[in-house]
């Protein structure tokens, strides 16, 4: 079993960086991928950035690939999402995600996080 508790959500405007963070519980994280996703209001969750059990390899959606770096810290348990050069159309409700199988779908989600990019 693994918990997700997303947190560093907020109100940034256009241009400006935002890092957000996954903390999980449970001593299988490290076997776990990560993901995180983000649902806009009215539209289908997306995916938007992947990380493997070992941190070795990462991939992005084309939409936030060179904007936005997932990255892992097995010791503390947690995945951050660091968001650069954000965008009004980046405002969405950010979620983290674990799977056993990179690629295949979650197994775990957390509560998500508001991320807002507005002047």
């Known amino acids: 079993q693994v918990q997700l508790v997303e947190s560093g959500g907020g109100l940034v405007q256009p241009g400006g960086s935002l890092r957000v963070s996954c903390a999980a519980s449970?001593?299988?994280?490290?076997?776990?991928?990560m993901g995180w996703f983000r649902q806009a209001p009215g539209k289908e969750r997306e995916f938007v950035a992947g990380?493997?059990?070992?941190?070795?390899?990462?991939s992005y959606a084309d939409s936030v690939k060179g904007r936005f770096t997932i990255s892992r810290d097995t010791v503390k348990n947690t995945v951050y999402l660091q968001m650069n050069s954000l965008k009004p159309e980046d405002t969405a409700v950010y979620y983290c995600?674990?799977?056993?199988?990179?690629?295949?779908?979650?197994?775990?989600w957390g509560q998500g996080t508001q991320v807002t990019v507005s002047s």
């Open positions: 995600a674990a799977a056993v199988i990179a690629g295949s779908p979650p197994d775990y």
């Open positions: 990380i493997t059990w070992d941190g070795r390899s990462t």
């Open positions: 449970g001593r299988a994280f490290s076997t776990y991928a």
